[in-house]
């Protein structure tokens, strides 16, 4: 008997964004150009435009979430107009909201509009350069937790993979941080290019806001198990999902748990949906052995058959 195929669709975080994502998806897909369209049916600026055209405003977070969970989205929309499904979903930071739309959880006019909301108070919880992230390798999660138990203001954002965690906290503190940990062993210490300290404690007013968003928002259950950053574990339930989602933008991303649970559920074949592969990248550091893809440009379609 031949192996189970059991896919997971993993969806990236912000800073995955480029100009001309998923364009030639949008020429060449009817599924795919209709959640172009529905998108810019539901916001306050055109994802089109944005996307295809060049313009600075994709790296703002306020804009950049909307425009990147479009472009995954129409990806996936091809990918399910071709028969493939996934049996799990896991996104990164924001990407969890295209895992709850694989999922079911919310429809992609919820999702696009939440995470426009989303992005605003992100980008608003923080005055601009009061808050900062940094990139650590080459240290485990307990000897960075050791140096920052002495660092109030700074806390760990991301567990990504064995090697690579990301902190964030009071800019000055980060910095201090970076020093610290440099000592400690890290190999290094790398500042990150980001509008705000997400997912640490400075975040929690928007958490505050979105909470509100959410309240007002339809959550469904999920028809997949989908994977929650704060718990690292599967959700399979409706009750919790506005809280997580909440607590999210303040909480750690345990990236590295998510695909630990995935694994064991069963999940044999990862497929990163959208530009770039950070998180296929970051997979095959947690475990060599799972197979994974990333689906990006159209031509990239043609490995799925042997993929899958």
């Not at 062993?185 to 509008?195: D, E, F, I, Q, T």
């Not at 997912?199 to 007002?216: D, I, K, Q, T």
């Not at 809280?243 to 695909?259: G, P």
């Amino acid at each position: 008997m031949g192996e189970i195929r059991r896919i997971a669709f993993l969806y990236p975080g912000q800073g995955a964004q480029k100009t001309g994502m998923a364009q030639d998806f949008y020429e060449k897909s009817e599924a795919a150009r209709s959640i172009f369209e529905r998108a810019d049916q539901v916001l306050d600026f055109s994802v089109c435009d944005m996307i295809f055209h060049g313009d600075d405003r994709l790296d703002q977070t306020e804009y950049t979430q909307a425009a990147l969970l479009t472009a995954c989205m129409a990806i996936t929309a091809e990918l399910t107009a071709r028969g493939i499904r996934p049996d799990f979903a896991a996104g990164l930071s924001l990407g969890e909201y295209g895992a709850l739309t694989a999922a079911g959880v919310l429809s992609f006019e919820e999702a696009v509009r939440l995470v426009r909301k989303r992005g605003i108070y992100m980008e608003q919880a923080v005055p601009a350069g009061e808050g900062a992230m940094s990139a650590v390798l080459g240290l485990d999660a307990g000897s960075v937790e050791r140096v920052l138990a002495e660092l109030p203001g700074v806390e760990i954002a991301n567990d990504n993979c064995p090697g690579q965690l990301v902190i964030a906290g009071e800019a000055a503190r980060v910095a201090e941080a970076g020093e610290r940990l440099k000592e400690a062993g890290a190999k290094r210490v790398v500042s990150l290019n980001v509008s705000g300290p997400f997912h640490s404690a400075m975040l929690a007013p928007a958490g505050v806001r979105l909470a509100e968003e959410l309240a007002n928002t339809e959550i469904r259950k999920p028809r997949i198990p989908y994977a929650s950053n704060v718990t690292g574990s599967l959700v399979t339930e409706a009750e919790p999902i506005r809280r997580l989602l909440a607590d999210q933008v303040s909480s750690r991303v345990r990236w590295q748990d998510n695909v630990k649970a995935l694994r064991e559920a069963g999940a044999t074949h990862f497929i990163e949906i959208g530009p770039g592969r950070t998180l296929t990248g970051f997979l095959r550091k947690i475990d060599r052995s799972l197979h994974c893809c990333n689906i990006e440009k159209w031509e990239d379609l043609e490995q799925l058959e042997s993929f899958l």
